[in-house]
């Protein structure tokens, strides 16, 4: 009787270490599963946050695209020499592009992170300025310059135009209203007037009246008679100038708000940018 109670513990024990066995060998199963499964959630999630970010094919195409076609700078004029602006100028940065994510990088170039770079800014006499004459510029003004060079290739550029985004003291309209010239392109002439279409900036639709980019800016079309007179100028010489040509008028008195006057000089013709 003793031996037969000995023999069912002795199975009793053996039957235990077994379920115990059992039981260990399946919680490190799942424990190693669950390793796995976490790990797989860490390197998914890896490789997602490196999708988002933008693809070496991405960064190449924006840089080259931005490289081989800009040709307009904005920045700050920090030097003047009769006709030789130093100008400091914000361009994008592309050694930063790289980590920015693909909808980013693929938007706006506005939006994209910038770098100051400083340029030399020469001008001649085929230099436009819709806003303000070259004597007018000084330190400290912002520019935009449009350039025939790219502006990513080159330290030194030739202004074909220099626009001021003004900052503007008095109300936008009465800024543009004291205008007292026109830039247009000639519909009809003949020998005692011109019909010039011009584009004024639609002032009623300016969001930012204190930092205006002329070049962005919506614009109103308007058709000038302008009379000429033995006293209108014609620096360039008045039988070049024809039909479909480009040409600023020049009055002594403001032209915003009239529809006619009589040119006291007229440049032209001036090539579109």
């Known amino acids: 009787m003793e031996n037969r109670t000995k023999f069912i ?6 039957i235990t270490l077994v379920l115990i066995g059992i039981l260990f ?38 840089q080259n695209t931005i490289t081989d076609n800009t040709r307009k700078i904005k920045g700050v004029i920090t030097a003047k020499n009769e006709n030789l602006l130093d100008v400091e100028a914000e361009i994008v940065d592309f050694s930063k592009l790289p980590m920015l994510k693909e909808e980013s990088l693929l938007g706006s170039e506005n939006s994209l992170p910038k770098i100051k770079k400083d340029y030399k800014v020469a001008v001649n006499d085929k230099t436009q300025y ?19 060079e790219l502006v990513y290739k080159s330290d030194d550029l030739t202004a074909s135009e220099i626009i001021i985004p003004v900052a503007v003291k008095a109300p936008l309209g009465d800024f543009l209203k004291a205008e ?6 000639v519909k009809e002439m003949n020998n005692k007037y011109l019909i010039v279409e011009v584009h004024w900036m639609d002032y009623s639709k300016v969001t930012d009246p204190k ?3 002329f070049a962005a800016a919506p614009t109103i ?39 006619e006057f009589t040119a006291t000089k007229i440049e032209g013709p001036i090539q579109p940018q």
């Open 180 to 185: 007292k010239k026109i830039n247009g392109q």
């Open 9 to 14: 513990i002795v199975i009793a024990l053996g």
């Open 221 to 259: 079309i308007k058709e000038y008679k302008i009379f000429i007179n033995s006293d209108t100028v014609f620096p360039n010489g008045k039988n070049d100038l024809k039909t479909g040509d480009n040409v600023t008028a020049h009055s002594d008195n403001p032209t915003f708000s009239v529809t």
């Open 25 to 62: 060998a399946y919680q490190q199963k799942t424990i190693t599963n669950l390793k796995n499964e976490v790990s797989g959630i860490k390197k998914d999630t890896l490789n997602d946050q490196k999708a988002a970010l933008s693809s070496p094919f991405s960064v190449k195409a924006v």
């Open 130 to 148: 819709p806003s303000m004459e070259y004597e007018n510029l000084s330190v400290g003004m912002k520019v935009s310059v449009t350039s025939d």
């Open 211 to 213: 930092n205006i980019d």
